[in-house]
């Protein structure tokens, strides 16, 4: 088996708020093209990892690298998709979809071919004129999943998007994404709390420990083919492995 490269190299990160300490030297290296899910206990500081690995916060210590380089929102494709809904409400899906290669000052017929791609691909091709007060709450989810994938980022974080939707519509979205993922090889490093969808989507878990935060475990995922088969013994298996994991009563 080939090699992987490493796209992202985290090397001795870590995060302070006066004397509490949130992370506490983390180490580890994320692959070209690897869906890599986070999880770890609540309080563990996932969003400030989220934030400080985008550099939206700065480091106590440490750097974050992409392809060998400081990360710089200047020079790296940076992409970021919240829980919280994050559409324009002024612009229409297709609009929405569109800002950030605007920003970047892609030519419009480029654009509008890989808008359409992507729409097509998160099947929100029906609504692409359709205003976010319009479209039901996975569908918004869908338009900022679509966002981020159509500027081609280095580094795409997703900060546990899903937490709000319900079970079905969650599971349609998960299958969403794991087959845009799938066509388009982007690197997603997804923070979640949820167990059971880490397993789903991922090639790879790191499991977070409690505060002051290091990283506790890394659990291979990749050997089941998707879609996943959630009542697969060894899908249930690794399942309970996490939660044994992340349990920290």
């Keep these: 088996m080939e090699e992987r490269k490493s796209k992202i190299q985290i090397c001795n990160l870590s995060k302070h708020f006066g004397d509490l300490v949130v992370l506490d030297q983390l180490n580890f290296d ?51 998709v919240f829980q919280a809904p994050s559409c324009l409400p002024w612009r229409n899906v297709w609009e929405n979809v569109k800002i950030g290669l605007e920003i970047k000052g892609v030519p419009g017929k480029e654009i509008k071919e890989r808008v359409m791609d992507v729409l097509e691909a998160v099947g929100l091709t029906p609504f692409m004129n359709f205003y976010p007060n319009q479209i039901s709450a996975g569908m918004k989810q869908r338009v900022a999943i679509a966002r981020a994938f159509v500027t081609e980022p280095d580094m795409l974080l997703m900060d546990e998007p899903f937490g709000q939707l319900d079970t079905s519509t969650r599971f349609h979205i998960e299958s969403s994404l794991v087959k845009l993922w799938e066509r388009k090889r982007q690197t997603i490093i997804f923070v979640t709390h949820n167990l059971e969808e880490a397993v789903y989507m991922s090639e790879r878990i790191l ?21 996943r088969d959630i009542t697969d013994p060894e899908f249930v298996r690794l399942r309970c492995q996490i939660t044994d994991l992340v349990r920290w009563w």
């Design 30 to 80: 994320i692959y070209d093209g690897e869906f890599l899910c986070v999880v770890g206990p609540t309080g563990c500081g996932k969003t400030t990892f989220c934030n400080v690995l985008t550099n939206l916060l700065p480091p106590t210590s440490g750097e974050v690298s992409v392809d060998g380089r400081p990360i710089n929102c200047k020079t790296h494709n940076i992409s970021f």
């Design 207 to 227: 499991v977070l420990t409690p505060k002051p935060t290091t990283i506790k475990a890394e659990v291979s995922v990749d050997h089941l083919a998707h879609p």
